[in-house]
């Protein structure tokens, strides 16, 4: 069991920055992937960023790819996404979420990730 407790969500200002965190516990948090993902009103669930276990490697999305930044912190249990340039489509719930299996689903489709947080509102006005 894992469990995921995102933070640092608010309401800013297009082309300010956020630094969204998640917090994990219940297993060895070195061991397992993350990932970002956001959900719009009215839209679907889309793929934001992941990070693998060691931090070695990153993935985006496109739409977000040179203004986001996912890292990780394995000694503090703690993966952030830092966010530059926001812009007002960027306005969501953030979810972060564990990979625990690796499985054959690939970091960008969410059926991937075994736990989930609450997620955190963003809010970028015009």
């Known amino acids: 069991q894992v469990q995921l407790v995102e933070s640092g969500g608010g309401l800013v200002q297009a082309g300010g920055s956020l630094r969204l965190s998640c917090a994990a516990s219940g297993r060895t948090f070195s061991s397992y992937a993350m990932g970002w993902f956001r959900q719009a009103p009215g839209k679907e669930r889309e793929f934001v960023a992941a990070i693998s276990y060691s931090g070695g490697s990153t993935y985006y999305a496109d739409s977000v790819k040179g203004r986001f930044t996912i890292s990780r912190d394995n000694a503090k249990n703690t993966v952030y996404l830092q966010m530059n340039s926001l812009k007002p489509e960027d306005t969501a719930v953030y979810y972060c979420?564990?990979?625990?299996?690796?499985?054959?689903?690939?970091?960008?489709?969410?059926?991937?990730?075994?736990?989930w947080g609450q997620g955190t509102q963003v809010t970028v006005s015009s």
């Open positions: 979420a564990a990979d625990l299996r690796s499985g054959s689903y690939s970091y960008s489709e969410d059926q991937r990730y075994d736990y």
